[in-house]
């Protein structure tokens, strides 16, 4: 991911305590064509050379360096925002397979004999729009410090999007391959972190077979078929384009597991979309007749937590509808919202309707009505994919909101109970039976175990999942863990 630890959250107090002499890293300037491209060198982390450093890279080493105290760690970092990974890939291996060609016939069509002067005109000329639109929303936000998305939308207009194609644009079908990655190959490294495919999305069905041919090729650009990739899961978004079908953004989702499946040496980091502020899940009757889903009734599971760690969860004080409203438009909703403490152990059942948000330094295990609708009333003034601020349901928020503090519930032996989902939680060895009314779904929250069901056994640590079907019969868990369990009772 593209985005550069100076523009990431706390950007500046990030940078400035970056310094580590154990950190380094290569990233080539971006060059649309082999043409443009320029001689790159490699750098320590320092206050001076980290700030258009990727965020994503410079977290993921700093967590690395944490693990391996004394040990220098290089990171190549090769990143461009707004691209397909057919941009990643040699034209002559998408003229391989069926969803390749499709990719290189497509982008022919849209350049459709267009010259690369003409391009060039076409290009600069979108450029201008793009930094009008910055100056404007830069200027906006001055003057405007908390409006929301909305506002801005409103009165800066839309992101421009998409880009002009082109012969030298950064989004033809191997151009990328061509003036970046391929400069990183003289140097060893042991494996990949990859997030990419948000661009894909017009896509989706397509996505695994590009995925899979672009993992055999960076692996033998390398001379090493086994190099482990790490595949960082989209979140979960659900696309907001009217061109770009609700199910798109699963789909790529599901090539990406479909790939840690099925590809040797790859693996999935699973992501929930945390941060997202006031995220409102409207009750069953509301949603079936304006959206025709149910609504979702959640609760989460803290399992790791900084010590300042929090939640937003409900309102701190009752609020009229009329103070909701005016507080989203002004941008000072969090002033009356409820800031719980959160550390590991902690457990917060959400009713639909109740207003809430996971704060920063906080992982947790979400357990759900099994539903999708989400009513967002402020974003963090983020873009989705297309370059556009994503639209917020400030209108059916204000229908469906508890307005009141969150009144807390007794679940007696269970951490959490409802209608659409029981959630148990076991320190330690213990046994159970999945019968015919209910799978059983399991998170081994810490720790180390060996769970067996039938003639089957599997070691399991932390962070792993396992689901039985309705009527596997009894189960065990054995290990110094702790275990939390789903089903519907």
Known sequence: MELALKDSRDGEQAVQNSGNPYLHYYQPPKAAVIQEAE???????????????????????????????????????????GTYAHCWMPREDLAKFPAGQRRLDWYETRIDGKTDEEFDREFADYQGQVDDWNRRAEAYRKANPLSSWTAINRDCGRYPWPPPAGQTSFQRPGNLYASMLRRLCPYALRGFWYYQGEQDEEWPEDYFDLLNALIHRW????????????????????????????????????AQSDAADRIPGVELAALTDCGEIDNIHPSDEYALEHEGKLGKT??????????????????????????????????????????????????????????????????????????????????????GPDGNPRPLHVEKALEV????????????????????????????????????????????SEGTAKAACGTETLEVKKGDCLFLPAGSGAYWVEGDCETLTAYIS
């Open 39 to 81: 001689c790159a060198g490699w750098q320590t982390v320092t206050p001076e050379t980290a700030g258009d450093l990727s965020a994503v890279a410079f977290y993921a080493a700093k967590t690395l360096s944490e693990h391996l105290l004394g040990i220098h760690i290089g990171v190549l970092v090769c990143c461009w925002g």
């Open 219 to 254: 692996r033998k650009d390398w001379r090493d078929e086994t190099l482990p990739f790490l595949l960082m899961q989209l979140p979960m978004y659900g696309g907001q384009s009217e061109t770009v079908s609700p199910m798109s953004w699963p789909l790529l989702r599901k």
């Open 298 to 383: 959640e609760m989460w599971v803290v399992l790791e937590a900084e010590p300042d760690g929090f939640i937003y969860y409900g309102f701190e004080r009752p609020v009229t509808r009329e103070e909701f409203a005016r507080r989203i438009e002004d941008g000072t909703l969090t002033e009356v919202l409820h800031k719980a403490p959160a550390k590991a152990g902690d457990v917060f059942f959400i009713p639909s309707g109740t207003l809430h948000a996971i704060g920063k330094g906080l992982v947790i295990a979400e357990i759900q009505q099994n539903s999708n609708v989400t009513y967002r009333v402020f974003d963090y003034n983020r873009l």
């Open 401 to 444: 909101t508890n307005l009141c503090p969150v009144e807390q519930m007794d679940f007696g032996p269970h951490l959490g109970k409802c209608p659409y989902f029981t959630v148990d939680r076991n320190r330690g060895s213990f046994q159970s039976v999945c019968g015919e009314d209910s799978f059983h779904a399991l998170l081994i």
